[in-house]
């Protein structure tokens, strides 16, 4: 998964908190994120949620195959098992 832009947190390894998985992940809550599937399918969209088995719940998805727009959700539930790793 990609935030599709550049860390701009400013710690840069000097000096800064270090973060955990788990806290990345929390502040990336609420903004657009690229799920890869191991299909090849991207889904791009806001991140609603996700849990520790990595299932991930977005808003306003939409679907990309071969870097084409292929359909639009309201609302989409990735199973864990399925993103690439």
Do not use: H
């Not at 969209?45 to 520790?52: F, P, Q």
């Not at 959700?73 to 690439?84: C, E, P, S």
Request: hydrophobic share 30%; proline share 2%; glycine share 18%.
């Amino acid at each position: 998964m990609s935030t599709g832009g550049a860390d701009k947190s400013g710690s840069g390894g000097g000096g800064g908190a270090v973060k955990t998985p788990s806290d990345f992940l929390k502040s990336i809550r609420g903004r657009p994120v690229v799920v890869k599937l191991n299909s090849g399918v991207d889904y791009r969209g806001i991140l609603a949620c996700l849990d520790g088995y990595m299932n991930i719940a977005m808003e306003q998805t939409e679907e990309y195959v071969n870097g084409q727009l292929k359909n639009k959700y309201g609302d989409a539930f990735i199973r864990g098992n399925n993103g690439m790793s």
